[in-house]
């Protein structure tokens, strides 16, 4: 019987909500009758969405500018295939902006009684936790005119790591701590803080090297060669305050610290030292100590990945208390921190002889390379006032470095591409002067 009129239509649906039909097609279906009974049929062997069965897999974390590939399972337990479009839905921040559609929306078909698996891809650009949002399907009948949706809550966390890209200078490093461990040809002259091995002297030694007794048992003249001490300490201080949200580039200051401490705590790990975290600006952000050598590099990665910038004044007292109660014993203290006038006059300053007198203090700060660009601007007015204020800025940090060298303290201030091996330059200076 051929079926005509709104209430036919309703007659053929039956129960289908309004809402379900798109809205293409509600004109056409009101009259017409045999398209209304073809829809309704389309409908009803829609596989129903509710009783599909989801799982994850895949990876649990990913650095920084890599991607992390997450696997879904879908279960058809009933009695007709499926036939679905499928969106996965992530964080906006876990792709490159403009690949969300193509890379979270999947076809698929699945039999009855049958699994299948998609794979989302994706490529964050922020660090930290990525939770995944919710799975929408939208399931066909067999002629493609009408479908069933719904959703289905699958949690799955990926942590995004920093991406350690300063670890292309860890082997040229390594060569110098091995010249300074004297396993190389390349011998430490002079003072050093462990004696290692005699060798017989050649031009250019000090003097002050020779061992005179060794000497005087044999015919060449004998010099002691040095080693730098092993199993000392090092506490990695980082700032998390309001200056460590200012941004150089295309990412905070934070970012740039956090490279350069891993790549100083690979360097010192390997050298036989232990490591220590520390992040604070007026609480403890993160803690990483005790670790053996060969789990310090991951549980710091992982302890960095979820630090954000906070926007408050670092508690300088709070801090300095906090790393004197983490360092009970002589330590090398790097603080990764501004060098702006402000802050380490009216918070550091005051502070840091409780610092210096028990530890050797290493101030390392990020500077912005735009500042050294206005400095060198010329021939127009607008910037020959940019120079100066550019000038102006430099001098400040100069002044302020020069502060912190009076009181004892080795500071290192380095763009973000510099930063990390001029940190590390100055460790390896310090264990080859015996100041570690």
Not at 129 to 145: E, F
Not at 326 to 351: K, M, N, Y
Not at 355 to 371: F, G, W
Request: with cysteine.
């Amino acid at each position: 019987m051929a079926l005509t009129g709104r209430a036919a239509l309703l007659a053929a649906l039956g129960s289908i909500p309004v809402g379900i039909l798109e809205p293409s097609w509600t004109g056409i279906l009101a009259v017409n009758g045999p398209l209304a009974l073809a829809c309704a049929c389309d409908y009803a062997l829609a596989t129903p969405v509710r009783h599909l069965q989801l799982a994850r897999s895949g990876d649990s974390s990913t650095r920084l500018g890599d991607t992390a590939d997450i696997t879904l399972t879908i279960t058809n337990p009933s009695r007709r295939p499926l036939r679905a479009r499928l969106r996965d839905a992530w964080p906006p921040s876990s792709w490159q902006p403009g690949t969300e559609i193509d890379a979270s929306r999947h076809r698929l078909t699945v039999p009855p009684g049958e699994r299948r698996r998609v794979t989302t891809r994706l490529r964050p650009t922020r660090r930290g936790d990525r939770q995944a949002d919710r799975v929408t399907i939208r399931s066909y009948g067999p002629l493609g005119l009408f479908s069933r949706q719904g959703t289905h809550k699958v949690p799955w966390t990926v942590r995004v790591l920093p991406p350690f890209t300063s670890r292309k200078h860890l082997p040229s490093k390594l060569a110098r701590l091995r010249e300074l461990d004297g396993r190389t040809s390349v011998l430490t002259r002079g003072e050093g803080t462990e004696f290692d091995s005699l060798r017989e002297y050649v031009p250019g030694d000090d003097t002050r090297s020779i061992d005179w007794r060794a000497t005087a048992r044999q015919s060449a003249v004998a010099v002691r060669t040095w080693r730098p001490e092993r199993d000392r300490h090092i506490l990695l201080v980082l700032d998390t305050g309001r200056t460590s949200a200012g941004r150089v580039g295309d990412a905070p200051r934070l970012d740039a610290s956090m490279d350069a401490a891993l790549l100083l705590a690979a360097l010192a790990s390997r050298a036989g030292d232990r490591v220590a975290l520390l992040a604070y600006d007026r609480r403890v952000r993160a803690l990483v100590q005790g670790r053996a050598a060969g789990d310090v590099l991951p549980s710091l990665v992982n302890a960095m990945a979820t630090l954000e910038p906070e926007l408050v004044e670092t508690d300088a007292r709070g801090l300095t208390a906090t790393a004197l109660r983490t360092a009970p014993r002589r330590s090398l203290i790097v603080l990764l921190t501004t060098l702006d006038a402000a802050p380490v006059e009216q918070g550091l300053l005051p502070v840091l002889p409780q610092l210096t007198q028990r530890h050797t203090v290493l101030v390392a700060s990020v500077a912005d390379p735009h500042i050294a660009g206005m400095a060198r601007a010329r021939g127009t007015t607008e910037a020959v006032y940019e120079a100066a204020a550019a000038a102006q800025a430099q001098n400040e940090r100069r002044r302020t470095a020069e502060q912190l060298r009076r009181h004892g303290v080795t500071v290192v201030d380095a763009t973000p591409e510099d930063l990390a091996p001029a940190l590390a330059d100055a460790y390896l200076a310090l264990k080859a002067a015996g100041r570690l």
